[in-house]
């Protein structure tokens, strides 16, 4: 199908023409009351024909749904004839990625209108394997803190997180079965507890960034949302990644709990408590005061890194960059000295356990 250049829409606009109409011109009656795959895990199990119908039935759930979760920037469903574990599966894409002829905004209404030029190292990975390009996700603005339009589908009131919130609420709200982030400082996480998912951050380095609009060099790392582990596991073993032996591990449990609010502790609590009563062994360490340091440390390291790679930026647009617009003003002021010094003691923390 034709690319088509959203300057000429709405952030929300769903460009279905000719893709669901020859989808719905193949199905008959009796499929379409067939009862369709939600997670990734019944999306591999699926037929081809399934897979057909399935996509035709998520475009229509997200037309339904999207006007009141403003989880995506573009919907514009990509033909892939290449045949993998994934062919005719859908995803999304965090918008600070590039895809060829598709929005890449970076979140921003600067950017608004911004076609992207090139596909990204992920998104020509995803087409190796067969996957279905379905559009691209909201973000935060250029991954940090202003946030997006993005509702939890969980509670419309609620947060559903960030930087990633609109690759975890569509595959929260069942509009893809997985979804692609990316994390700095939780960025992936972060909304996968919020939305209710699954969120995986795999070993920096693993995924090239080529193609990802940077914040932190050091720290960011492309990461993937689905509906349970097990789906999680299945799109890591479709990628053709290995998901190692099995093996007896403890879980290590921060002991004291981090400063968080009551609630949080008790869901933590509670979910230690069922890990035990599974069969799963749990080791108290006390790793809090590592951990703030370590935090704080991520900070530090973001702050600088991102304060130098976007202050081309900021000497353009100023202000109108918003939360980017201080985190430039305040990384700025971080010395190259204690930026070293930061770097030395994350590694030092990193492979101690080494030397």
Known sequence: MEYQNVSRLSRRSFLFAGFVAAVGRATTYAQQQAPIPETLTQWLGASAKMRKLA??????RIQRMEPSIHGWVQVSPQKNTNRGRLSGIPYGVKDIIETKGLATEYGSPIYKGRIGTTDAAIIREMRKHGAILLGKTQTTAFAYQTPAPTRNPRDLDHTP???????????????VPFAIGEQTRGSVLRPASFCGV??????????????????????????FFTHTPADMLALWDSLGHSMGRSEDVDFGAPEPIPDVEPTMAAVYKNALSRLRN??????????????AKLAE????????????????????????????ADLVRHGLQISVDRYDETLQYIDTVLFCDKA
Do not use: C, W
């Open 55 to 60: 996509l035709q039935r998520y475009l229509e």
């Open 161 to 175: 997180g960030g930087s990633s919130s609109g690759s975890a609420a569509a595959v929260a709200a069942g509009m």
């Open 198 to 223: 699954t969120g995986f951050k795999p070993t920096y380095g693993l995924f090239s960034m080529e193609g990802v609009l940077p914040l932190s060099k050091s720290l960011d790392t492309l990461g």
């Open 278 to 291: 599974s069969g799963a062994s749990i080791r108290p360490i006390n790793i809090a005061g590592m951990l």
């Open 297 to 324: 440390a991520n900070l530090t390291v973001m702050l600088y890194e991102g304060a130098r790679f976007h202050k081309q930026r900021y000497d353009q647009y100023g202000n109108q960059l918003a939360d980017l």
